[in-house]
């Protein structure tokens, strides 16, 4: 095992189809009911001409990977926490129906500070990147 419990270049990643119900949910849950996400008829007047997955939907699936890359690392010293994910871009829509992959790669460890960063990309099905961003977890001691 390496100094620390992760190591840089290991990766995890996820796929999923995001659903109606997945993207109703929601928008049930946070109250986040813009029409971009839920009024079919509005939507397809747009430019996009459907609805489309909110960006913070994406978020969560960022939160999915981050648990999967450390799973098998819980040690009985430190608990890893997240301190957040930055450098967040949208670059394409994630539409109903697509099918994305969640890709989290650690890419810094910094020992001293007891701290972990990933990149995070998200494609969909035609392998274009619809959302990027970066992780940052704290690894704090136990007990």
């Known amino acids: 095992m390496s100094e620390f419990h992760v190591e840089i270049g290991a990766k995890v990643s996820f796929s999923k189809t995001v659903s109606e119900s997945d993207v109703y949910m929601f928008a049930g849950i946070t109250g986040d009911f813009s029409p971009n996400h839920v009024n079919k008829a509005y939507m397809e007047k747009s430019s996009y ?19 999967m890359a450390i799973a098998h690392t819980r040690m009985a010293e430190e608990t890893p926490v997240s301190l957040g994910y930055d450098r967040i ?50 690894w704090v001691p136990n007990g």
Do not use: C
């Open 49 to 67: 001409g459907r609805l489309m997955a909110h960006g913070a939907l994406m978020v969560g699936f960022m939160s999915t990977v981050s648990t």
């Open 89 to 138: 871009r949208f670059l394409k829509p994630v539409f109903l129906g697509d099918t994305i992959t969640v890709e989290y790669e650690f890419t810094a460890i910094d020992i001293e500070r007891r701290r972990s960063t990933a990149d995070i990309r998200i494609t969909n099905q035609d392998g274009e990147l619809t959302t990027v961003g970066q992780h940052i977890l704290k």
